[in-house]
């Protein structure tokens, strides 16, 4: 089993920057990939970004050149760093890993709120 917990979420502007962290624990030598999920209220889930365990880096087009997805193997942590927010990126975000590098869906974290708002 692994554990994913998320932090960083929170209220900023439109234009404004904030950093989700993901604290991986449990049986994590086994996972070739995580990332982030995000679902806003009356929408579907949307994968993000994504990162390998060798570095390759996935981002949903809503977000490329906006937010920068990455990992720190020693604190076994992924992060997202998310720049020039947007109203519409307001979503409860959410922690993924994955055994394979196909999907990122294997666990989840409990989620973090993220409200972009004037």
């Known amino acids: 089993q692994v554990q994913l917990v998320e932090s960083g979420g929170g209220l900023v502007q439109p234009g404004g920057s904030l950093r989700l962290s993901c604290a991986a624990s449990g049986s994590i030598f086994s996972i070739k990939a995580m990332g982030w999920y995000r679902q806003a209220p009356g929408k579907q889930r949307e994968l993000v970004a994504t990162?390998?365990?060798?570095?390759?880096?996935f981002y949903a087009d809503s977000v490329k050149g906006r937010f920068t997805v990455s990992r720190d193997k020693d604190k076994n942590t992924v992060y997202l760093q998310m720049n020039s927010l947007k109203l519409e990126d307001t979503a409860v975000y959410y922690c993924?890993?994955?055994?394979?590098?196909?999907?990122?869906?294997?666990?989840w974290g409990q989620g973090t709120q993220v409200t972009v708002s004037s």
């Open positions: 990162i390998s365990e060798g570095g390759s880096t």
């Open positions: 993924c890993a994955d055994h394979t590098l196909a999907v990122c869906d294997d666990y």
